[in-house]
């Protein structure tokens, strides 16, 4: 059957191994029967087969419901939507019509066995080429980890810190706004930004060969289905726990016991988990089996020295359970019934590679976006101070700054502003904001036309501290929210005196969290992987 021809700038969605059809935009036609797409919402980009391609809107209804759950998947869709409603379709309407076709043939050429990769990357602005993925191999990282995270605990830097004690603005009154320029901080975010990319861009993930077809109508509910049956095992995939995170576990634990006062008194922290966690193991016979994590759920500790203890028992049991499967000490019906067993997983050591690799990809996404989005923060502040100096004022580009901050809000969060307290001070000195109009020495109507815009500027100002303070949580006020955030923000550098400056912008967690240790430990393994 004769396959659609995309045009540069259609909405898609295009199939990638161990992903769900995700929407996608046509970049243009590589020959050879592919396309290069950028993926919505990932920002990556892939050379793909016409037949993993099918129209947003026609196949719309049978992935957006079923993949909403999936990290990344709503967000991706609200952008294809957006660039749809724009452009006024997917550009359906204008390709060639093959509808006339009355074969009814298999969307698929080739069964998912046989299913090949072609190759996807990391969107990066100066490197065209692409490098093999490295295989992370299943040698213990533990020591040198361990030995890496030690020399940060125990080697203080140049650091952020301050005294608690110490209630100075963050931006003196009588300091021109203009001059205290925020590019040189939204240049370093933009460097952590492009090593990550660097690193990011010498491994892919791979795409299955065998894909999607443009049928007719009648064959509509092929595509969805074919599309599908790679994903039929996603369950299993998104539940599965590593051989490298439950290391992590480990040291965690380790780490955790260093300050046994300090995290009795801290709450359970948030978790990626469920009562479904699965630990893959490759048994001698190459079949792969899964114990589950959790005999009991939901899990009851009421602080996070308890949890992190239970978690590192368990990720020690599980490890003991490995090493005799696999060198034949036991079989699977005499590992006791501490761990439910799952016979077989039905997937291959290759796939459950893939998923493990997959986290990792993940998992630097995760931090590259959030410092994305807070390097747009640190710029949204850089460009109001210069569109508002002492030497002239330029009122409607500052207004118009000041009603973006709708766009990037929902990213924004209290760290943000703990790494960045210079931007909250900008919001709250607007509140009160009247100009030079004296050394300008403006009067009449000129005055009054400032006056005016001064005011709308002041008013905005306003309304975005007040839902400012719903995003920073102070648990002790103090009489002004101010007052209040110079003292978290004097707690938090207190927690980061053992930070340089380079690793405090960096942080994508609060600095004693469980989630700010895994990350760190990522980056070690991103460093010894390269």
């Known amino acids: 059957m004769p396959k659609v021809v995309y045009n540069i700038g259609d909405k898609v969605f295009a199939k990638v191994k161990g992903y769900p059809p995700w929407p996608a935009r046509i970049e243009s036609d590589t020959g050879k029967k592919k396309y290069s797409v950028i993926f919505y919402g990932?920002?990556?980009?892939?050379?793909?087969?016409?037949?993993?391609?099918?129209?947003?809107?026609?196949?719309?209804?049978?992935?957006?419901?079923?993949?909403?759950?999936?990290?990344?998947?709503?967000?991706?869709?609200k952008?294809?939507?957006?660039?749809?409603?724009?452009?006024?379709g997917d550009g359906n309407d204008y390709s060639n019509d093959y509808s006339n076709s009355n074969e009814s043939e298999s969307v698929l050429e080739t069964s998912v066995a046989e299913k090949k990769g072609v190759k996807r990357k990391t969107s990066t602005s100066n490197e065209d080429n692409e490098s093999p993925v490295k295989n992370r191999g299943p040698k213990s990282r533990r020591k040198s980890i361990a030995s890496d995270l030690k020399g940060i605990d125990e080697n203080p830097l140049d650091m952020l810190a301050v005294k608690k004690s110490r209630r100075k603005s963050v931006i003196p009154e009588?300091?021109?706004?203009?001059?205290?320029?925020?590019?040189?901080i939204s240049d370093d975010l933009n460097k952590i930004k492009v090593q990550k990319n660097k690193r990011?861009?010498?491994?892919?993930?791979?795409i299955n060969d065998s894909?999607?077809?443009?049928?007719?109508?009648?064959?509509?509910?092929?595509?969805?289905?074919?599309?599908?049956?790679?994903?039929?095992?996603?369950?299993?995939?998104?539940?599965?726990?590593?051989?490298?995170?439950?290391?992590?576990?480990?040291l965690y634990a380790e780490h955790v016991k260093k300050s046994p006062l300090m995290y009795k008194e801290k709450p359970v922290e948030d978790r990626d988990d469920s009562k479904d966690q699965i630990f893959a193991i490759k048994l001698p016979s190459g079949t792969v089996c899964g114990l589950k994590l959790y005999k009991d759920?939901?899990?009851?500790?009421?602080?996070?020295?308890?949890?992190?203890?239970?978690?590192?028992?368990?990720?020690?049991?599980?490890?003991?359970?490995?090493?005799?499967?696999?060198?034949?000490?036991?079989?699977?019906?005499?590992?006791?019934?501490?761990?439910?067993?799952?016979?077989?997983?039905?997937?291959?050591?290759?796939?459950?590679?893939?998923?493990?690799?997959?986290?990792?990809?993940?998992s630097r996404k995760r931090r590259l976006e959030r410092l994305k989005r807070e390097s747009?923060?640190?710029?949204?502040?850089?460009?109001?101070?210069?569109?508002?100096?002492?030497?002239?004022?330029l009122l409607d580009e500052a207004l118009k700054c000041l009603n973006e901050f709708s766009e990037i809000e929902e990213h924004v969060d209290e760290l943000m502003f703990k790494k960045h307290p210079h931007v909250l001070d900008t919001i709250r000195r607007l509140r009160k904001y009247i100009g030079n109009t004296k050394e300008w020495k403006m009067d009449g109507d000129e005055l009054d036309f400032f006056s005016k815009k001064a005011e709308k500027i002041r008013n905005e100002a306003e309304r975005i501290y007040n839902r400012l303070k719903d995003k920073i949580k102070i648990d002790d006020p103090k009489p002004t929210f101010w007052d209040a955030f110079l003292e978290v923000v004097a707690d938090f550098r207190a927690h980061c005196k053992n930070f340089t400056d380079m690793q405090i912008l960096s942080l994508c967690a609060e600095p004693n969290s469980r989630q700010a240790f895994l990350d760190k430990l990522d980056e070690i393994t991103e460093l010894e992987d390269n």
């Open 376 to 393: 747009d923060l640190v710029r949204w502040d850089s460009k109001i101070k210069m569109n508002l100096g002492l030497e002239k004022a």
């Open 200 to 206: 990011d861009s010498e491994s892919h993930t791979e």
């Open 174 to 184: 009588g300091e021109n706004m203009d001059t205290l320029d925020a590019s040189d």
């Open 297 to 362: 759920w939901p899990l009851k500790h009421t602080n996070e020295y308890d949890r992190a203890l239970f978690d590192e028992e368990m990720a020690k049991s599980l490890l003991a359970i490995k090493e005799s499967l696999t060198t034949g000490g036991k079989s699977l019906s005499e590992i006791g019934d501490s761990f439910e067993a799952i016979p077989n997983l039905n997937i291959t050591n290759d796939e459950l590679n893939e998923v493990s690799y997959t986290m990792d990809i993940e």
């Open 211 to 250: 894909g999607i077809n443009e049928t007719t109508s009648e064959d509509k509910s092929k595509v969805s289905e074919e599309m599908e049956e790679d994903d039929d095992n996603s369950p299993v995939r998104e539940n599965i726990t590593t051989e490298q995170m439950l290391k992590n576990i480990i």
């Open 42 to 77: 990932t920002k990556e980009v892939g050379v793909i087969k016409v037949e993993d391609i099918c129209y947003y809107l026609k196949n719309k209804d049978s992935f957006v419901n079923k993949y909403s759950k999936r990290v990344g998947y709503n967000e991706a869709v």
């Open 79 to 88: 952008e294809i939507e957006a660039a749809i409603e724009k452009a006024g």
